[in-house]
């Protein structure tokens, strides 16, 4: 079948299988930043913003995004350098593997709320394991970007 | 210029945190033929006949492989070094299937669609046998794990597969039972672990191919390339010569990467075809065919006197190694040797125990390597002593507890040259409130509060046999190259080694770039576990740091024409004392690539005889609803004594990441088999790890102390930060409840049946 997508900012027609899952057509157009970590929607690692909602491409067909807009951290560079420095600067990456999709939910609870508690964060990214971290530098690091956000502003206001 | 104790920034950071593609899968041939394997419905059973011709029909199948395909020399896929303790048990592909997920037949093909429409076509026929799917009656079973003539032991650990034994052993010190009958109380418990999985994010992934000279060049996640190279070169039946292995980012390892795991399959696929191949674990195959933590009953019979001496400790621990024995015959001795030793004036003491083959999945390396399930059953039954003796389980601790200058015989007879673990409990007591907050309180709304404490120790290398390598070089323009043979898996090592490295050569960190691991580039290193990497490769970096210093004095001597004797280097500059007259760093470097005869760059290995332990107290303060059986934490308090801590902020990550996968192991994780020994917890679903939401509020500090053997005063952090949770948890129950649970996990459902049935 044929479908089309914008996916960050570039739109994509072309014929696809129809069972493809959404993760899979993204890596196939070299969003390596997608990843899977588990197969049944349990680790959050596979977020991406469909038509600007975060969204597990691990439970989606790439056919239910057709006319639709697609952005995984590869479109979203500047936000994921900003907000991410802050989760590097508390050590938090660690492996590094959960931090895409847990930055794309992160930068989805940025949008939608603008002044999180600690329980609101927690709720937010409670879909989002990681194994390494503990979650504790994760709040850490979110913190401390809110503060800097309250100073002066951030790429994710604009 | 001060970088050994800062909080620098790891170095791959920016490019972990904004995705880019660095890791096995990102970076895989994009050609390459898609490898798969067909695995065993039954736990224990012979294959009677394969039948391939069809599938192999399926339009893009390249081929595929059964047990008459591959060598038969036996090998261990245990990431040791050799000669391996763990037993050659293995065949890539046998005839003889031992565990519900055992490979039967590999699959290679050009996409992922044709390969499962052929695993779906292949047809086998088995001959079922009787399994044994418990670890007690092992031992002497009439069925035999591995009956095979071919089975065989490199070391002598105790192993005879014709009683089902993967090792055996008895140590102590002293007239154990008779210390034992002097006492005025003797408890004696029995606590058992269950296998938990790493569940690190990325499952377990391998990229092949042929290079220009004919190579099998091997791209995979793993923490020790040295040991994939050897592993791969026993079961291909290949010189090592042949074989290249480097690895990538790791997306987490956690032990379950020291263990070769999903290797063999697409190497023995590349070997074959020449083509490049690659094999991705799904998340249920990583649940059901991998190498979680050994499940193990732990016996403690621990004596006092009525004053709450601690006289004596009886130990003994029984292993399930599972279908093969991948660090069966190594992990099982930490369950004594790294928490009999935490009592410091022991009378006597008595280790011994067996590890058994069963017919589940095979047992690996996991983040604190038997010393977590010791460290349970020998902590719990003191606080079991304690509640008995009605005694403050920390003063009992305080009264007992292993210090700085103290002679270990339970540690191979290694004295404790660096220890602050009497401080690290008085700061954690004042940290949690103990005073107030011992043993419980009941909050009237049918929820208690309560606390419990557990402490723990880890080694930092595996000593005498660990070795640690560095090259370090010097560039123009002053900057550094550090090749290491270690595996940063996201624990931040590049950067550590880098710090150490920054700190002995007095340049900013910047200064000095990171390359690792590979097997035809990386001097050797054992790999990146038991916790060694700063200890022992952090040591060869300092050492090769030295040494170049003086390379560096050597170079700038010959370019100020003077002796090296009246040179002093600063890191920045080399200065002759008596005329003033200097180089800089930049200078040197640029002149040793010119009409240069001295090698500005130098090669250190490190090993070392002993293995001084962290320490570290964890207590706990829980909300326990008596209803349902939920275990809220509220605070969990950490003091680590990790000699210099090198890193704060990694260190202080390590620390949160190891107890809330402790958390995870005392309350939630859970591998069961179905009587069939089919696992029923094989997907992250059914498999619970911790959220964000089930960890309460961690807080962590440091009580240095400082280890004269480590570099900078530095020793382990890595494992043993997931030893304290589960006894702490446990004994806040028990100070809640009154019930003392001997069986991890300890979930709501058995917490509100336990609580039931006392009432009734």
């Known amino acids: 079948m044929q479908i089309s997508i914008q996916l960050n900012g570039k739109k994509i027609t072309e014929e696809i299988r129809p069972d493809l899952l959404l993760i899979d057509w993204v890596r196939q157009h070299g969003c390596y930043s997608v990843k899977c970590g588990c197969e049944t929607s349990n680790c959050g690692l596979c977020t991406v913003f469909l038509d600007e909602k975060p969204v597990l491409s691990c439970s989606i067909l790439a056919a239910r995004a057709d006319g639709r807009k697609v952005d995984t951290l590869e479109g979203l560079k500047e936000e994921a350098e900003e907000f991410g420095a802050f989760i590097a600067d508390q050590g938090a990456e660690q492996c590094g593997f959960c931090n895409p999709g847990m930055i794309m939910n992160a930068i989805a609870l940025f949008r939608e709320i603008a002044d999180p508690t600690d329980d609101e964060i927690k709720e937010y990214l409670a879909g989002n394991l990681c194994r390494c971290s503990g979650y504790e530098g994760q709040l850490r690091g979110i913190r401390a970007f809110i503060e800097y956000r309250k100073k002066g502003g951030a790429v994710c206001d604009k | 210029m001060r970088q050994v104790g800062q909080p620098i920034r790891k170095k791959d950071a920016m490019a972990l945190v904004t995705g880019q593609p660095v890791f096995t899968d990102d970076m895989a041939p994009k050609d390459c033929l898609i490898v798969k394997v067909l695995r065993s419905p039954h736990a224990n059973a012979l294959i009677k006949s394969i039948k391939t011709d069809i599938a192999k029909k399926v339009p893009g199948i390249e081929d595929i492989y059964t047990w008459e395909d591959v060598p038969q020399e036996r090998f261990t896929m245990a990431g040791q070094t050799y ?439 990386s001097p050797y290193d054992s790999g990146s576990y038991a916790s060694s990497t700063t200890y022992v490769t952090g040591r060869a970096v300092e050492r090769a740091c030295e040494t170049l210093k003086e390379r560096i004095v050597q170079r700038a001597a010959e370019m100020l024409e003077c002796s090296s004797d009246d040179l002093e280097f600063d890191g920045q500059r080399a200065r002759n004392l008596s005329t003033g007259e200097e180089v800089s760093i930049e200078e040197i470097g640029t002149a040793s690539m010119c009409g240069n005869n001295v090698a500005l760059q130098v090669t250190e290995s490190n090993s070392s005889p002993v293995s001084p332990p962290p320490f570290m107290v964890g207590m706990v303060e829980i909300e326990l609803d008596k209803e349902t059986g939920h275990v809220e934490i509220l605070d969990y308090v950490a003091v680590v004594d990790c000699g210099t801590v090198v890193n704060p902020n990694l260190a202080r990550v390590q620390v949160e990441g190891g107890i809330v996968q402790g958390i995870g192991m005392a309350l939630y994780e859970q591998i069961q088999y179905n009587e069939k020994g089919q696992m029923l917890n094989n997907s992250l679903m059914q498999y619970k790890v911790p959220t964000r939401l089930d960890m309460g509020k961690l807080r962590v500090e440091f009580e240095s102390s400082y280890e004269p053997t480590g570099p900078f005063g530095a020793k382990s952090i890595g494992e043993i930060v997931i030893n304290t949770p589960a006894p702490a948890l446990i004994h806040a129950i028990a100070n809640a409840t009154g019930i003392w649970f001997g069986q991890l996990p300890v979930t709501s459902e058995k917490i509100a049946m336990g609580i039931l049935e006392r009432c009734e």
């Open chain 2, 83 to 521: 000669p391996e303790p763990s037993p050659y048990d293995r065949l890539i592909l046998d005839r003889h299937v031992r565990y519900v997920g055992d490979p039967v037949a590999i699959v290679a093909g050009e996409r992922e669609l044709c390969v499962d429409r052929a695993l779906k076509m292949i047809k086998v026929e088995y001959e079922v046998l009787p399994a044994i799917l418990d670890l007690h009656g092992a031992k002497d079973n009439a069925v035999l794990v591995h009956p095979e003539e071919s089975w065989r032991s490199l070391c002598p650990v105790g192993a005879d597969n014709k009683r089902n034994l993967c090792a055996s052993e008895t140590s102590g010190t002293g007239d154990v039972d008779q210390v034992l009958a002097d006492c005025d109380v003797v408890l004696e418990r029995t606590y058992r672990v269950q296998a938990a999985q790493q569940a690190m994010m990325e499952t377990f992934r391998t990229a092949c191919y042929i290079d220009a000279y004919g190579r099998l060049n091997v791209m995979s996640s793993t923490q020790i390339v040295f040991h994939v190279r050897r592993i791969l070169s026993n079961a291909l039946g290949i010189p090592k010569s042949k074989i290249r292995a480097f690895k990538p980012r790791i997306g987490g390892g956690f032990g379950a990467k020291q263990t070769v795991v999903s290797e063999v399959f697409p190497a023995f696929v590349t070997w074959k075809t020449k083509k490049p191949s690659k094999m991705v674990f799904t998340r249920e195959e990583s649940q059901t065919a991998s190498t979680p933590r050994h499940e193990m009953e732990v016996t403690v019979k621990v004596g006092a006197d009525r004053d709450g001496k601690v006289r004596a400790l009886d130990v003994y621990t029984l292993s399930n190694t599972g279908a093969y024995g991948e660090h069966g015959p190594t992990t099982v001795g930490l369950s004594g040797h790294k928490s009999i030793p935490l009592y410091g004036s022991l009378e006597a003491h008595r280790f011994s125990y067996d590890v058994v083959y069963t017919n589940v999945m095979s047992a690996g390396a996991y983040r604190g390597y038997g010393a977590t399930q010791g460290i349970f059953a020998v902590e719990s039954a003191v606080n079991e002593l304690a509640d008995k003796l009605g005694m403050d389980p920390v003063e009992l601790r305080m009264k007992n507890m292993v210090r700085e200058g103290q002679f270990m015989p339970a540690y191979y007879g290694e004295t404790a040259t660096s220890c602050a673990l009497d401080r690290c409990m008085k700061r954690a007591k004042e940290m949690i409130g103990w005073e107030e907050k011992y043993p419980c309180r009941d909050m009237g709304n049918g929820k208690v509060r309560s606390v419990g404490v557990a402490m723990g120790m880890q080694g930092s290398c595996i000593s005498g046999v660990d070795v640690g390598s560095a090259t370090i070089k010097l560039n123009e323009d002053g900057i550094y190259t550090l090749s290491i043979g270690a595996a940063d898996m996201g624990t931040g090592c590049d950067t550590i080694l880098a710090q150490i490295a920054a700190q002995s050569l007095e340049c900013p960190v910047e200064n000095v770039t990171v390359s690792g691991a590979d097997t035809d580039t």
